[in-house]
């Protein structure tokens, strides 16, 4: 499967003590670069979610946000601390002897004392089977966005090589009969230059000027490096580097080919081949 470097997925879960929430997003980048924003509670999970992560990608710039929002326990659910509750009693009767001027304690300063319904503090190392669990499924939805994407830039290259086998197999036959009748034209001016057809002189510089126009080579090549193409999207996987690489190829033989140009169509299909590079190469850009 092709994979973009664009993706995006959020998942939550609910617990008993509140809800977990973990979001990925990623852009496109040279290298695979992470950035967590987790809260502190949780700081402990930041590598076992980058093994995660790391596992399944290789390129993009990817932003995991994990959070934890914490739920009050229902009213029916709250148990008074019996032990903790005996001793406040104590405390209070003892300090309103000692001194009777002191007010008791409210009922509001007794249920709001610390412990007084027992350890309500959450284990956050409880938590990490259920963090990774949720990221494998949001790595899963997230995989699945950036490999949808990835399919349409695929699609999207493959427009663009059969486009440029049209032009290559559109000049190819032309290029022999325009390089004849502008070898032909070459000699007669030569001719006319130095009064001898048959001169040495004349014969040498139009072999020169023959093989220094003669672009088959070119043409080939090009052929050989869209098939490379294909084969590496057939492929799959991460292939953005391979690609990237096959662009600055294409791109050489499209500018030879504009340089070694004789005639008007061959210039001109040096151009158009240029623009469906630089295109195809945007695309390519955003593919892991």
Known sequence: MIC????????????????????????????????????????????????????????????????????????????????????????????????????????????????????????????????????????????????????KLAAMIVDRVNAMRDIVRRVAPRIPEAQALFTDKLRQRLTEALGNANDDRILQEVAVFATRIDVAEELSRLTTHLDEVERILKQGGACGKRLDFLMQELNREANTLGSKSAVTEVSQASMDLKLLIEQMREQIQNLE
């Open 4 to 151: 973009s470097m664009t993706g995006y997925a959020v998942k939550t879960r609910d617990l008993s003590r509140g809800t977990l929430q973990l979001e990925l997003k990623s852009v496109n980048s040279r290298y695979l670069d992470f950035h967590f924003r987790i809260a502190e509670d949780l700081r402990a999970l930041e590598m076992p979610l980058r093994e995660l992560l790391a596992s399944r990608l290789t390129r993009g710039k990817v932003e995991c946000r994990l959070s934890f929002n914490a739920t009050a326990l229902r009213g029916e659910q709250l148990e008074l601390n019996d032990v903790l509750f005996g001793s406040l009693k104590a405390l209070d009767a003892r300090v309103r002897a000692e001194l009777p001027d002191a007010s008791p304690l409210s009922v509001g300063e007794v249920l709001r004392w610390p412990g007084m319904f027992g350890d309500q503090s959450i284990d956050y190392a409880a938590l990490n089977p259920e963090v990774l669990a949720l990221a494998r499924e949001a790595l899963d939805d997230f995989t699945a966005t950036r490999g949808r994407e990835g399919e």
